[in-house]
């Protein structure tokens, strides 16, 4: 039995905690022992499946908690106080803040993991910085694992090649979203155009709401959706406002399940200026949807040259055009729809959680 720790910082929003539930859920309980562990107590931790062990370093987020936690996350004391076990394999599952805390652990026999879910080389403003204060942690750490070939070549962008690194896709369970897809039913009278991701920066949702205004400039109707929640919220509104489009771009916030809104939009869309492995995007695929993307980190590995979905420059106009072409061609949106579901079988949960297990029995050898 493998004992093995994966620490990140809260199981709540974004595609990264989500495929981590997936991933531990999916993984053989007879030969890994799972501990999940956050910061704070969290309620997503629920979703957790039976036999995995959950445990938290705070007993709330409160202001006090906070400052402490940041405290000993700088001089290194969060590991040893917090989250010490005689674990074989500790795993940070998301980079900067939770690969900081695992860099402190004092486990001499525990191989360790960090795992990359983005493009660091586009993450930040100043990567000279970045790399002047993190080369040190991720030394501290046997083998990085990126989510994609093209946040490998980020890393290695900033940081060098290294024999350390692995690309191992994100896990996500097919059949639980076919499944939750059909749990609800979502009424539209009009095309509707669909995204979901927090409401952060990078998401660059203003970059899909302009596009969406340029397709009703145009006369191409839709309906423009957007599911998830974030420190964005105001500056988008303020957007919607502005281009007089709060009669057609609802911001719904987040949906734990998101799936029937997916399987009833007519195109799934995706803005972002960086991205690790779409996680939104390979739901789509698995539900068989039209998709548009800006060609953005792990784009071509999901969709190829533009063969199972359409992958466009990075500006308001090529998205809105390669919108348009799918909202106005429903023999192209159709094609792709087949294309998607074909290309959406390579993503089984099996499969994929099948790889990552025999990656973590090679690192005990």
Same mark, same amino acid.
Request: proline residues 2%.
């Given at each position: 039995m493998i004992k093995i720790l994966f620490f990140i910082e809260t199981l709540n929003g974004g595609g990264a905690e989500k495929v981590l539930q997936n991933l531990v859920n999916a993984m053989d309980k007879s030969e890994f022992d799972i501990t999940v562990q956050t910061l704070y107590p969290? #309620?997503? *931790?629920?979703? +957790?499946?039976?036999?995995?062990?959950? @445990?938290?370093? =705070?007993?709330?987020?409160?202001?006090?908690?906070?400052?402490?936690?940041?405290? #000993?996350? *700088?001089?290194? +004391?969060?590991?040893?106080?917090?989250? @010490?076990?005689? =674990?074989?394999?500790?795993?940070?599952?998301?980079?900067?803040?939770?690969?900081?805390?695992? *860099?402190?652990?004092?486990?001499?026999?525990?191989?360790?993991?960090?795992?990359?879910?983005?493009?660091?080389?586009?993450?930040?403003?100043d990567s000279a910085d970045f790399v002047h204060k993190s080369k040190n942690i991720y030394d501290k750490f046997d083998s990085i694992v990126c989510v994609s070939q093209s946040v490998k070549e980020g890393f290695e962008k900033l940081f060098g090649k290294d024999e350390r690194i692995s690309?191992?896709?994100?896990?996500?369970n097919d059949k639980e979203?076919?499944?939750?897809?059909?749990?609800?039913?979502?009424?539209?009278?009009e095309p509707t155009v669909l995204t979901v991701g927090r409401l952060s920066e990078e998401k660059r949702f203003d970059r899909l709401i302009c596009a969406h205004k340029k397709l009703l400039d145009c006369d191409v109707k839709n309906r423009l959706i957007i599911v998830g929640e974030g420190a964005e919220r105001a500056s988008l509104e303020k957007l919607i406002s502005d281009l007089s489009l709060s009669g057609s771009v609802e911001l719904i916030g987040y949906r734990e399940n998101p799936y029937p809104y997916i399987k009833a939009a007519d195109v799934c869309v995706c803005s972002s200026d960086y991205e690790g492995l779409s996680t939104?995007?390979?739901?789509?695929?698995?539900?068989?949807?039209?998709?548009?993307?800006?060609?953005?980190?792990?784009?071509?590995?999901?969709?190829?040259?533009s063969e199972f979905g359409i992958i466009t420059d990075s500006d308001d106009k090529a998205l809105a055009r390669g919108i348009k072409a799918l909202l106005t061609d429903e023999a192209l949106k159709k094609s792709y729809e087949e294309k998607a579901r074909k290309r959406g079988e390579d993503f089984s949960e099996a499969q994929l959680t099948n790889k990552t297990e025999a990656f973590l029995k090679d690192m005990i050898k």
């Open positions: 969290d #309620e997503a *931790a629920k979703n +957790l499946a039976d036999g995995i062990k959950y @445990k938290y370093c =705070y007993p709330s987020a409160s202001r006090l908690n906070q400052l402490v936690m940041r405290l #000993e996350t *700088a001089f290194g +004391l969060t590991y040893p106080r917090h989250i @010490k076990g005689d =674990y074989d394999i500790e795993v940070a599952y998301l980079e900067c803040g939770s690969t900081k805390i695992m *860099a402190g652990s004092t486990n001499k026999k525990a191989k360790k993991i960090a795992w990359v879910h983005c493009d660091l080389s586009k993450k930040f403003t690309v191992i896709y994100n896990t996500v979203i076919i499944s939750l897809a059909d749990a609800d039913t979502v009424d539209k009278s939104f995007i390979t739901e789509s695929l698995v539900l068989g949807k039209a998709i548009v993307t800006v060609d953005c980190g792990g784009m071509r590995e999901l969709l190829g040259n």
